[in-house]
């Protein structure tokens, strides 16, 4: 079983100890997705992939609560942003916007990236690095600008 996965399971115990009700249902989602996956593709998730799992519920959220911020529905648009910080208690450091430059910065030169044809490359070498910790959208913003700079 993943670190990560472990971490979440015993966050789900002090939950219960606590009669956390929002929280714990919260992080039973997080443990159901988790599992649908595992079942579905016949694997036991890894770090990196139940970090993944949890970058994609996060954005799922940020892009309910705008949705639901826009249509007036602050009842809905709650819920999902007290799960959204149940989800990032399980995220790793958000990454500055320097630190993010930095590792674009380095992704080039070690890729030898030239322009927008290598996007791709780039982009796969990056992932790995900041998955969890930024926003990939923004990442791949960043990448176009400093491929077409």
Same mark, same amino acid.
């Given at each position: 079983?993943?670190?990560?996965?472990?971490?979440?399971? !015993?966050?789900?115990?002090?939950?219960?100890?606590?009669?956390?009700?929002?929280? +714990?249902?919260?992080?039973? #989602?997080? *443990?159901?997705?988790?599992?649908?996956?595992?079942?579905?593709?016949?694997?036991? #998730?890894?770090?990196?992939? $139940?970090?993944?799992? +949890?970058?994609?519920?996060?954005?799922?959220?940020?892009?309910?609560?705008?949705?639901?911020?826009?249509?007036?529905?602050?009842? #809905?648009?709650?819920? !999902?942003?007290? !799960? *959204?910080?149940?989800?990032?208690?399980?995220?790793?450091?958000?990454?500055?916007?320097? !630190?993010?430059?930095?590792?674009?910065?380095?992704?080039?030169?070690?890729?030898?990236?030239?322009?927008?044809?290598?996007?791709?490359?780039?982009?796969?070498?990056?992932?790995?690095?900041?998955?969890?910790?930024?926003?990939?959208?923004?990442?791949?913003? *960043? $990448?176009?600008?400093?491929?077409?700079?």
């Amino acid at each position: 079983m993943s670190v990560l996965k472990k971490q979440i399971t !015993e966050a789900m115990k002090e939950a219960m100890r606590a009669k956390e009700k929002e929280r +714990l249902g919260t992080i039973r #989602l997080i *443990l159901a997705e988790i599992k649908r996956i595992e079942v579905d593709e016949r694997i036991e #998730l890894d770090d990196a992939r $139940v970090l993944a799992t +949890l970058d994609k519920m996060s954005k799922q959220r940020r892009d309910s609560i705008s949705q639901y911020d826009s249509a007036d529905r602050t009842d #809905l648009a709650d819920i !999902e942003r007290r !799960e *959204l910080e149940v989800i990032k208690t399980f995220l790793p450091q958000p990454l500055s916007d320097e !630190e993010i430059q930095k590792a674009i910065q380095e992704a080039i030169a070690t890729s030898g990236a030239t322009g927008m044809q290598d996007m791709g490359k780039l982009m796969a070498e990056l992932k790995p690095k900041v998955q969890g910790r930024a926003d990939m959208g923004m990442v791949s913003k *960043l $990448v176009k600008e400093s491929l077409t700079g």
